[in-house]
């Protein structure tokens, strides 16, 4: 009984450890170049410089930016990516709303520099995974809605 306890603990950390991460936003129903400009405009508002763009895909990666405070150990660096996705991929939509309705994904990975010899010098970091840092996926999710949410205000009136 003790096994199967303990192996179904292991099979659930594991599962739970595999699954992708991913914050979704809403729906929006705009034209796929709309969103498109604004999510790229979003990333570089919010300071990050994009290395990575497959429009075709719908895939945004950032570089990796640094967040080292002076004198402290403990810095830290962030790569945010972004996918637009076809709201078909999620559920079946009437045909007139298949083709303009998108969802955003968003993953901001984060990682610790554990480096004891030079903490403000990303060169020589030893870097670890410490997960996502889902208060910035929330807040680059809420700053996307913004100009499209005053677009969906207009359009109801």
Request: proline share 4%; charged share 30%.
């Amino acid at each position: 009984m003790k096994s199967r306890r303990f192996f179904l603990i292991l099979a659930w950390i594991v599962f739970w450890g595999c699954t992708p991460h991913w914050q979704r936003s809403g729906l929006f129903c705009v034209s796929y170049d709309t969103l498109w400009k604004e999510c790229r405009k979003t990333l570089r508002k919010k300071g990050f410089e994009i290395s990575v763009e497959r429009k075709k895909e719908g895939y945004l990666q950032t570089k990796w930016e640094h967040f080292l405070p002076p004198l402290q150990m403990r810095g830290y660096r962030m790569r945010m990516e972004i996918q637009i996705v076809p709201a078909s991929h999620f559920f079946t939509l009437r045909e007139e709303k298949k083709r303009g309705c998108y969802f955003i994904k968003v993953k901001a990975l984060r990682e610790i520099n554990h480096s004891v010899h030079d903490p403000m010098d990303p060169r020589h970091a030893l870097w670890t995974v410490d997960g996502y840092d889902v208060k910035m996926e929330e807040a680059l999710l809420r700053e996307l809605q913004i100009p499209f949410h005053r677009e969906i205000l207009l359009k109801d009136y």
